[in-house]
């Protein structure tokens, strides 16, 4: 209506009391409650009456969501990627949008959505920003916001332990890399998708929906979180000291051009291995092979930035439509 007064955030414009939120803080993340009492502060003078919970294991945080979403309008997570992947099963069955404080080591999530790194610039985020709906990827039932994957990766999750993150924060990914590799020795997989099957000789099999994983690597130049697809690479690399040349492309997307990367874009595979291998979910190894992966589209709706004020190096589309719910809505 020309002339109207714009709506506080937090509020309908039916006058109603402020919307309540969720409000979830991993303690156990990297920095912590370190600058979360301000963060918070903000939503609260921005409209929201906040609704503080302590969930001490991924199931306890799914129940949590499950139980209050009928009283809630918004879910607020600080902490890291694994944190946003205990919760994107409960996310994708309430329909309940998610703002996301970034705590953790690495925060591919909120990097691939463009979200500021500083919990009070993610919270004037969820104030002021827009929902998007964004995909999933799903490996055996299993859902991940980043990326899931066999082989390598295992190794590093299993060598970077909560000490190694607190010391080294995202350096820590490099040391837990190197000491993977040291023990790393390549497997037989075979690849099923597109109607074709590749048996590769691999040191890893990642498939990625959003844009980021691993610390700030890139899965792919032009991958997005909301495109529709998944793009797994293959390493396949005879000499392991040619993973050093690669190491840069990795940081832009670019590995695919190197001869030893085996690309593919795809909404449906399947992974199988001689012997059951464990895949790793957005840093939590979660299943194992045999792998079935599918795109889960539009499946979440998180707050991001509006697209003027959006990272140009952000995963995420800007051409495609809001969510349709804003900060505003009940």
């Not at 309430?94 to 970034?102: H, Q, R, W």
């Not at 039932?141 to 190694?164: K, M, Q, W, Y």
């Not at 099957?197 to 040191?203: D, G």
């Not at 012997?275 to 092979?289: F, K, L, M, Y």
Request: aromatic share 4%.
């Amino acid at each position: 209506m020309a002339g109207a007064e714009p709506i506080p955030p937090g509020h309908d414009d039916r006058g109603s009391p402020p919307r309540r939120a969720l409000v979830v803080i991993n303690s156990k993340s990297r920095r912590g409650m370190e600058d979360v009492a301000s963060a918070l502060a903000s939503l609260e003078q921005g409209g929201f009456t906040l609704v503080r919970e302590d969930c001490k294991d991924p199931e306890g945080l799914r129940d949590t969501i499950r139980r209050l979403a009928p009283s809630i309008g918004l879910v607020v997570l600080g902490g890291g990627d694994g944190t946003m992947n205990a919760a994107a099963p409960a996310l994708i069955e309430t329909g309940l949008p998610l703002g996301i404080l970034p705590l953790g080591t690495a925060n591919d999530l909120a990097r691939t959505l463009g979200l500021p790194q500083d919990a009070e610039e993610a919270a004037r985020v969820i104030l002021e920003g827009v929902a998007h709906r964004v995909d999933l990827g799903e490996v055996n039932g299993h859902p991940f916001f980043n990326v899931a994957s066999i082989g390598l990766s295992v190794e590093v999750t299993r060598a970077l332990t909560r000490d190694v993150k607190r010391r080294w924060g995202r350096l820590g990914y490099a040391i837990a890399t190197g000491r993977a590799l040291w023990r790393m020795r390549p497997f037989s997989a075979e690849i099923r998708c597109d109607g074709q099957s590749r048996r590769v000789r691999t040191l890893q099999i990642a498939v990625g929906n959003g844009l980021y994983y691993g610390g700030g690597i890139a899965i792919k130049e032009d991958a997005r979180i909301d495109d529709g697809r998944l793009n797994l690479y293959s390493l396949e690399f005879e000499s392991l000291w040619k993973l050093a040349l690669v190491y840069p492309a990795f940081r832009s997307g670019r590995h695919g051009m190197w001869r030893e990367v085996r690309t593919v874009e795809l909404e449906e595979a399947e992974i199988r291995t001689r012997r059951p291998r464990r895949v790793n979910t957005d840093g939590e190894i979660t299943t194992s092979t045999p792998a079935r992966f599918r795109i889960l589209r539009r499946a979440v709706t998180i707050m991001v930035p509006a697209p003027a004020e959006r990272d140009t190096a952000a995963g995420i589309s800007a051409h495609l439509p809001a969510a349709g719910m804003g900060p505003a809505q009940g």
